[in-house]
């Protein structure tokens, strides 16, 4: 699919405000360290074996408002950074390279997840603001999930192998520690529970939500 024929699928989002399809604090399989980990909602790539279908739609899900997610990643003292997922990130690259400023600005370190490669990022044809997403993040994992290349491997960073660690910031080069093949689990005050990790679907019937 084509990227006009993605971003044909894309609702309005209100400015400053980000569509999410959730959030978590102190995640520790999600990028180096203890982490805020924010699911976009959005993505018509609909990689085969995807672990995260829910993600696809772009209909509004979770309004969220750039001050009030960059107050709340904040708001969590074990947070050393926060991770962008999805969906697709960069197809809400402008408000998501506030957030990241803002918390950088914190002192924190900010990384993202991609089905683009870094190359289409820097296209011509990428998404509005992709570079300036760019620009401020320490961390990119690029590139589709590919069923057919996937790595079941506990000391593997990414889930296939056409995908890449890209370190914009020397200083968390030896910080990827991070595995592939774990899950957590995250039980909220309302009941609701939130699993993340790359094998999702082989254990729990269960997605942000």
Not at 9 to 38: F, Q, T, W
Not at 68 to 82: D, F, T
Not at 107 to 118: A, W, Y
Not at 130 to 153: F, K, R
Request: hydrophobic share 35%; proline share 6%; glycine share 6%.
């Amino acid at each position: 699919m084509s990227l006009t024929q993605m971003s044909e699928k894309m609702v309005d989002i209100p400015s400053n405000h980000l569509n999410i399809m959730g959030y978590v604090d102190r995640s520790e399989v999600n990028g180096p360290g203890c982490r805020a980990v924010v699911w976009v909602q959005g993505c018509r790539r609909e990689c085969p074996g995807c672990f995260n279908t829910a993600s696809w739609p772009f209909a509004i899900n979770q309004l969220i408002s750039v001050d009030e997610l960059v107050e709340r990643i904040l708001s969590e003292s074990e947070n050393e950074g926060v991770t962008f997922s999805g969906g697709e990130p960069f197809w809400q690259a402008t408000a998501l390279a506030e957030v990241a400023r803002r918390v950088k600005a914190a002192g924190k370190n900010v990384m993202s997840f991609s089905g683009f490669t870094l190359t289409e990022l820097r296209s011509p044809t990428a998404p509005t603001n992709a570079q300036v997403l760019l620009d401020q993040l320490d961390i990119l994992i690029d590139g589709p999930y590919l069923e057919s290349q996937a790595i079941h491997d506990p000391t593997s960073p990414v889930s296939s192998k056409n995908q890449r660690v890209n370190i914009f910031s020397p200083a968390l080069s030896d910080r990827i520690t991070w595995a592939s093949d774990q899950i957590e689990v995250h039980v909220l005050k309302d009941g609701r529970r939130i699993v993340t990790g790359y094998r999702v679907q082989d254990y729990l019937n269960c997605c942000p939500a």
